[in-house]
């Protein structure tokens, strides 16, 4: 990986949406009831977050959000990797494995109503399983293009099985599932947001964005997005700055 | 007492439709502290018989013997060195990965190290990463962690050839000196007649696949050995010796 600088390109993509949106809603006469003023929602935001109101439903969001992504992540990592080195096991569950990541999953919000009720179960489940398939094939392509040079290597010089998997074959496949981990990170939000719109909730940023829509209240609702919008670049930016941090060897 | 036996070795391999023959009746011994170099063509099973000493390959027919009650562990250093290390790792943690592996504390493993390096006069930046070495540093350092387990015999598969020409000459004087002061036995793979030579008490001579012995050529070369051998006319009545030999394979 290239280590990146933030030169002034990286200011023509914020620079694009904002003059769009000005454009268009401030200025162009879109309709009020579709589309609000970009300054009217950075002033609804502001004040949403001044005044508290937000802060339940981000909290809310954040512990859905993180508990099952942690969860799916750390499960996802077990399970490729563990696919990833047994030819077998991962012929016996490509099937499943690549039928449910081919799935939305807020389109199968009915079965995970049936098996973990209305309540915040079934929204850390929806994460859950938008991270896990994810990251376990990641995980898993990880270990298959795991260097065998390095392998024979670490055997020629007497290394048990365990060895060879822990010491060349797992970090060998990190930067993969990393990457894995990465394109799981913004994907289990959208689903934690569009499962809080789904499934009845009385906190969170989607059933915010929901309600706002329900009673009219436009702006509060493009407030939020906006809000999501730009916290999901920066969890994003973040994580590939701990990716190159971890993986300069990457490509060398 | 010879270290290494082959006796009437042959070895194929199943392909489609078939079976290719890779090697044909070997015979051939190797002394402790003999440095044997496999020369031939490519693709005619030199790495095959390194597969065969390491036990990683085993012989269709005919055996090959090999004491590893005292040849426990039998470091190989490969063309790809770049593939062979480790780059998440440091040039120490390289250097004594092997000694880790077999559970020695890592201060000792340190010290085993430095007091190699010392041995071997070798200037090594120990903190640096494996990915900004040079090539031949790179190689040297494959070297040093095969040499840090203390072997008594390693195997080196075309270790140079990937290396740029100056290097591979000062890889090559390196790797001829470490032999001797360590009393290494070494089997070299070369397709280098003068890599061959320079190194070698001995040289086998292989044919095109199937490959058999041709000639199993003592060198007769001085123990010291440095850069001007190569020049020199006993060096050049050998290498002619090597390429008479050599037509005859061809034709």
């Not at chain 1, 065998?148 to 290597?153: D, L, N, V």
């Not at chain 2, 071997?120 to 494996?130: E, G, N, R, Y």
């Not at chain 2, 740029?164 to 009393?183: G, T």
Request: contains cysteine; proline residues 4%.
């Amino acid at each position: 990986m290239e280590s990146r600088r933030i030169t002034i390109y990286s200011a023509i993509g914020p620079g694009l949406l904002l003059i769009a949106w000005i454009a268009f809603g401030d200025v162009g006469g879109a309709n009020r009831d579709l589309l609000p003023g970009f300054i009217e929602t950075v002033r609804t935001l502001g004040s949403l977050l001044i005044h508290g109101q937000l802060l339940a439903d981000i909290l809310a969001t954040a512990q859905r959000w993180l508990i099952g992504y942690v969860l799916g992540g750390a499960a996802g990592l077990c399970v490729g990797l563990a696919i990833g080195s047994s030819r077998r096991l991962y012929d016996s569950t490509e099937f499943l494995i690549e039928f449910f990541r081919s799935l939305p999953v807020t389109a199968i919000f009915p079965l995970f109503l049936l098996l973990f009720g209305i309540g915040d179960g079934s929204k850390i489940a929806m994460v859950f399983a938008a991270t896990v398939f994810v990251v376990i094939l990641n995980a898993a392509y990880g270990v298959f293009h795991a260097s065998p040079a390095r392998r024979a290597m670490a055997r020629s010089f007497g290394a048990t099985p365990i060895q060879v998997f822990v010491r060349v074959t797992l970090p060998d496949a990190l930067p993969q599932a990393a990457i894995g981990l990465r394109t799981a990170l913004s994907l289990s939000l959208i689903v934690v947001v569009v499962a809080e719109m789904f499934i009845g909730t009385e906190t969170g940023l989607g059933q915010r964005i929901y309600n706002s829509y329900a009673i009219d209240a436009i702006s509060s609702m493009y407030a939020v997005i906006l809000l999501l919008g730009v916290f999901g670049f920066v969890v994003n930016k973040s994580f590939i700055a701990c990716e190159r941090q971890a993986f300069r060897w990457v490509g060398k | 007492m010879s270290v290494i036996n082959f006796r009437n070795v042959s070895k194929s391999f199943p392909v489609s439709g078939g079976t290719l023959d890779v090697l044909q009746d070997l015979n051939f011994a190797l002394d402790a502290g003999e440095i044997l170099t496999v020369f031939g063509p490519n693709g005619c099973g030199k790495s095959t018989i390194l597969g065969l000493i390491g036990g990683a390959i085993k012989p269709t027919t005919g055996a090959v013997t090999i004491d590893r009650n005292i040849y426990a562990m039998i470091p190989t250093i490969v063309q790809d060195y770049r593939r062979s290390l480790l780059p998440w790792l440091n040039v120490e943690s390289n250097a004594i990965f092997p000694l880790t592996l077999a559970g020695v504390p890592r201060r000792e493993a340190r010290a085993r190290l430095r007091e190699l390096v010392e041995r071997l006069d070798l200037s090594l930046d120990l903190t640096a990463k494996t990915y900004n070495l040079s090539g031949g540093q790179a190689q040297m350092l494959c070297m040093v962690r095969a040499l840090v387990v203390r072997p008594r015999l390693v195997l080196m598969d075309e270790p140079f050839s990937a290396v740029d020409f100056h290097n591979s000459l000062v890889l090559r004087q390196h790797l001829y000196d470490f032999a001797r002061q360590l009393q290494l036995t070494l089997v070299f793979v070369s397709h280098d007649l003068d890599e061959a030579l320079f190194l070698s008490d001995r040289v086998l001579m292989l044919s095109q696949r199937p490959a058999r012995v041709v000639e199993a050529l003592e060198t007769n070369l001085p123990k010291a050995r440095d850069q001007s051998l190569l020049t020199s006319p006993i060096f050049n009545t050998l290498r002619s010796k090597a390429l008479s030999i050599l037509h005859g394979i061809m034709e």
